[in-house]
């Protein structure tokens, strides 16, 4: 498996334009994750999916984000208009619980710069 | 909520041990982790250990568990160069699915 993938790795784009960023699970891995890492504010969970289905978008910063994830091998995190304040590194990460310690695999990250 | 608290900084002098610490506050966490982040990657597990044990040892990593205080330790014996990286705790909790991280600990190797 190639691990989880992640486009774009790199972005940079104006403030007032849409962004959406694009994960790819590892095969079989049944929970998804999108994480942003930020110096102030560290790792911070946005939102995760279990079989497709948001569990928990407590995280989600706005409205102006939105995540979906129309099949098991594919999920989209969008940010609508874009500000300069959601620049980070956006992470994807999936796992299985069928492996008991729901361990994490992450993918390389997309790194937003919104000017 | 749940919180997960680690240090900033750690510098050590190669071939000396590390011992990076976290305390988190869910006390229904059934696993805690260990992760390393090296420059533009993504985090990859080191270890983890379940919440019954009170240590781990793989390699040269001992993984201490104090679950009464909420304390996770990583030692990295003999570091080197390459341990040179951001370590990040984590909790899993047993209410919910949520994977939560600390702020990471950047390892610094003294020559």
């Known amino acids: 498996d190639a691990g989880v993938i992640q486009s774009p790795r790199h972005e940079v784009t104006e403030m007032g334009q849409e962004v959406t960023l694009r994960c790819k699970p590892i095969s079989g891995h049944d929970y998804l994750f999108w994480y942003r890492q930020t110096m102030m504010r560290g790792l911070e969970l946005l939102i995760y999916f279990n079989n497709n289905v948001p569990i928990d978008d407590s995280g989600m910063p706005e409205d102006r984000f939105s995540a979906k994830m129309p099949n098991a091998s594919f999920s989209t995190l969008k940010i609508q208009p874009s500000e300069p304040r959601d620049s980070a590194v956006y992470f994807c990460?999936?796992?299985?619980?069928?492996?008991?310690?729901?361990?994490?695999?992450f993918g390389a990250g997309s790194r937003l710069t919104v000017l | 909520g749940e919180d997960v608290e680690q240090s900033l900084f750690l510098s050590v002098r190669e071939g000396d041990s590390s011992v990076i610490n976290c305390t988190y506050t869910d006390s229904s966490s059934t696993y805690l982790y260990w992760y390393k982040q090296e420059p533009g990657a993504g985090l990859q597990l080191l270890t983890y250990i379940f919440s019954n044990m009170d240590m781990k040892q793989d390699q040269r990593l001992t993984v201490l568990l104090n679950k009464k205080d909420k304390h996770l330790s990583l030692r990295i014996a003999d570091t080197q160069t390459g341990d040179s990286a951001i370590y990040f705790c984590?909790?899993?909790?047993?209410?919910?699915?949520?994977?939560?991280f600390g702020k990471g600990t950047r390892l610094h190797i003294l020559p």
């Open positions: 990460a999936s796992s299985s619980q069928g492996a008991g310690a729901n361990v994490l695999t």
């Open positions: 984590a909790e899993i909790s047993n209410r919910d699915d949520k994977i939560i």
